[in-house]
Nanobody, 115 residues
Framework: QVQLVESGGGLVQPGGSLRLSCLAS????????MGWYRQAPGKQRELVAR???????YYADSVKGRFTISRDNAKSTVSLQMNSLGPDDTAVYYC?????????WGQGTQVTVSA
């Protein structure tokens, strides 16, 4: 069974940092593009960051310079380091695994940025 399990969410103050992690199982992890998405109340789900099997990264403009995505193929994990967080970063963050149009999703982890 394919499982993506996120961890690391929580409540932080503006300007703070969080590191999200996602552990994948049931897939050939190294073959998948891994990504982080987020969905805030009343908004559509958006791609935050993505990293390919070869390590090529993409970031949404809203998080460039603040967030860093990385992967460890040996451990089947993908992480998202989030710095300089602001209220607009508040959302449920989802881990994704994609290969040839097939998507798998984690259960999501809540990130709340509030003073």
């Amino acid at each position: 069974q394919v499982q993506l399990v996120e961890s690391g969410g929580g409540l932080v103050q503006p300007g703070g940092s969080l590191r999200l992690s996602c552990l994948a199982s049931g897939i050939s992890f190294r073959l998948y593009t891994m990504g982080w998405y987020r969905q805030a109340p009343g908004k559509q789900r958006e791609l935050v960051a993505r990293i390919t099997s070869g390590g090529f990264t993409y970031y949404a403009d809203s998080v460039k310079g603040r967030f860093t995505i990385s992967r460890d193929n040996a451990k089947s994990t993908v992480s998202l380091q989030m710095n300089s967080l602001g209220p607009d970063d508040t959302a449920v963050y989802y881990c994704s695994a994609t290969n040839y149009g097939v998507d798998y999703w984690g259960q999501g982890t809540q990130v709340t940025v509030s003073a």
